[in-house]
C-alpha cells in the first residue's frame, strides 16, 4: 500500500467491548444508536477517555426488514443525544424506506430538537444536484459507501465517488464515506473520514492484523486450526488497527 491522505479512520463495532478503549484508547471511534442505548458501559468510557466519537442514527438495521414508529425513534435518538452531549450524529438515513420528503422531515425534526446539524447521508438515487444541495447546505455529509443495497455504486464507480469527495472537499466540506472499508482506496479518494468494522473479522473468521508501519495486513487462519480466544484475537486487532488510525490521521 502507497501513502494515503491523512483520513480519520472511525473504528465501529466496540459497543459489547468497553473494555478496549479503556485498554487502548483508540483516538476514533463510530456506533450505531441501535446498539450503543443498550450498553451504557460503552457510552461511559467514550466519554470518559473523550474519544472522538461519530454516532450513527441506527437506521441501516431496518433495511433488511422490521418496522418501528419513526417518530418516536427519534426522539428517543435527541435524547440520547442531549443527554450525552454527542456532537457528531448521523440523520436517520431512511430514503430508501420512508421516502426523501419524509426522511428530511426527520432530519429537520432532529436539527430543531438538538440545535445541531446532523450529517446527512448522500445515495445515488437523490441525484448529482442534491449532492450539491448538501454541499452548499451542511459542513459534514455522509457518502452511503458500504457496497450493499444502493451503496454498491461506490465501489463499482471509484472514478465518479472520487470527482464527488473532491468537488465537496474543494468547497470546504467535510465527507465521511459510511461503511466504506476499501483503505487501499484511501490514497486515491480524499474523504475526510470513513468507518470500518474490518478488525472485527478476528472474532468472526480468525484473521490476525498486523500494521506493517503504512497499513494494515491481514493473516488468515491456518487450514484445519481452531480458534483459541477470540478476546485474544480482538485485542491484537484492535491495537493493531489503532497503530493504523494514528498513522492515517498523522497529517491532518
Known amino acids: 500500500m502507497g501513502a494515503i491522505a491523512a483520513v480519520k ?10 473494555h478496549l478503549i479503556e485498554t487502548h484508547k483508540p483516538l476514533f471511534v463510530l456506533e450505531s444508536y ?5 450498553n451504557l458501559p460503552f457510552v461511559d468510557e467514550v466519554i470518559k477517555h473523550k474519544t472522538d466519537f461519530l454516532l450513527d442514527s441506527g437506521a441501516f438495521s431496518y433495511f433488511g426488514g422490521g418496522s418501528t414508529n419513526w417518530e418516536t425513534y427519534v426522539d428517543d435518538y435527541v435524547d440520547f443525544i442531549i443527554k450525552y452531549n454527542i456532537e457528531k450524529f448521523i440523520e436517520l438515513d431512511l430514503y430508501a424506506i ?12 432532529i436539527e430543531t430538537k438538538t440545535g445541531k446539524q446532523t450529517i446527512p447521508v448522500f445515495h445515488k438515487r437523490l441525484g448529482v444536484d442534491y449532492y450539491k444541495m448538501l454541499c452548499n447546505d ?14 454498491r455504486w461506490t465501489r463499482q464507480e471509484p472514478e465518479r465517488l472520487k470527482k464527488m469527495v473532491i468537488y465537496a472537499k474543494q468547497k470546504g466540506v467535510k465527507v465521511h464515506g459510511l461503511g466504506y472499508t476499501k483503505v487501499d482506496m484511501l490514497k486515491e479518494i480524499p ?8 478488525w472485527l473479522s478476528g472474532s468472526r473468521f480468525a484473521n490476525i492484523y498486523h ?7 491481514q493473516y488468515n487462519k491456518p487450514s484445519g486450526h481452531k480458534m483459541k480466544s477470540y478476546k485474544i484475537i480482538d485485542n491484537n486487532n484492535f491495537a493493531e488497527w ?3 488510525q494514528k498513522y492515517a490521521y498523522a497529517n491532518l
Open 9 to 18: 479512520i472511525y473504528l465501529a463495532g466496540v459497543y459489547s467491548r468497553p
Open 98 to 109: 420512508i421516502g426523501v420528503e419524509a426522511t428530511e422531515r426527520l432530519r429537520t425534526r
Open 34 to 38: 441501535h446498539y450503543a442505548k443498550d
Open 242 to 244: 489503532i497503530k493504523f
Open 191 to 198: 474523504f475526510y473520514s470513513v468507518d470500518s468494522t474490518s
Open 211 to 217: 500494521f506493517t508501519g503504512t497499513g494494515v495486513k
Open 138 to 151: 451542511y459542513e459534514y455529509i455522509a457518502i452511503s459507501a458500504s457496497g450493499m443495497y444502493e451503496s
